[in-house]
């Protein structure tokens, strides 16, 4: 077992890039869970056993090392599977009056809470992990109609650069479950003969 007590560096690095390029790699497959801890065991993808033991406002981003061995020329890159996001953009409220900004914003915060969505507010951003299936989540905005909200969706691993590490803790480590393809059943009948919405 090889304990791990810092992140070395990343392959988007340069100097990480070249260095890595004729080296043997061993890969850490990680969930979006997984990579929010500090402390875990795990075994990499050619049987070695990790052990990381990171500092507490450190979090591991895709593409990380995490062992190099300038001997053997062997690295372990840390891969990790995030989740898609939607971003609900709220930047058009600032120049609606205060009784619909507020009354939108509380309406979101009603459907977003009726479906038990994680959610994460930076800035005029709401950030929404995929919990259900994409076009659910496409489904229930549409139906609300919110005004002055434009909505998208993106790569976890292009969100989570914009995160603290507490921050992604939350988005993340509050969607660990597997993705449902469900959708309360009076939504599902208010909307399931309409055409994708793409934000």
């Known amino acids: 077992m090889v304990i791990i007590e810092t992140v070395l560096g990343n392959i988007c690095d340069p100097e990480w890039a070249t260095r890595l390029e004729n080296a043997e790699i061993d890969v850490l497959h990680l969930d979006q869970w997984e990579a929010q801890k500090s402390r875990f065991r795990k075994t990499t993808r050619k049987g070695s056993v990790l052990a990381v033991s990171l500092s507490r406002d450190t979090h591991i981003r895709d593409g990380d090392v995490m062992l190099w061995d300038p001997q053997l020329s062997l690295a372990v890159i840390a891969r990790i599977e995030l989740r898609d996001v939607m971003i609900v953009h709220l930047d058009a409220l600032m120049h609606a009056t205060p009784e619909v900004a507020m009354r939108t914003c509380i ?33 229930v905005m549409r139906t609300h109609a919110f005004e002055h909200i434009h909505f998208e969706f993106a790569p976890g691993t292009e969100v989570i650069s914009y995160l603290t590490p507490h921050e992604s803790r939350r988005l993340f480590g509050g969607a660990e479950g597997p993705v449902h393809s469900h959708v309360h059943e009076h939504e599902r009948s208010a909307h399931v003969h309409r055409e994708p919405h793409h934000g």
């Open 107 to 139: 309406e979101l915060g009603h459907a977003m809470g009726n479906q038990h969505w994680p959610a994460l507010v930076k800035g005029h951003v709401v950030y929404v992990p995929l919990t259900v299936d994409r076009k659910v989540m496409e489904s």
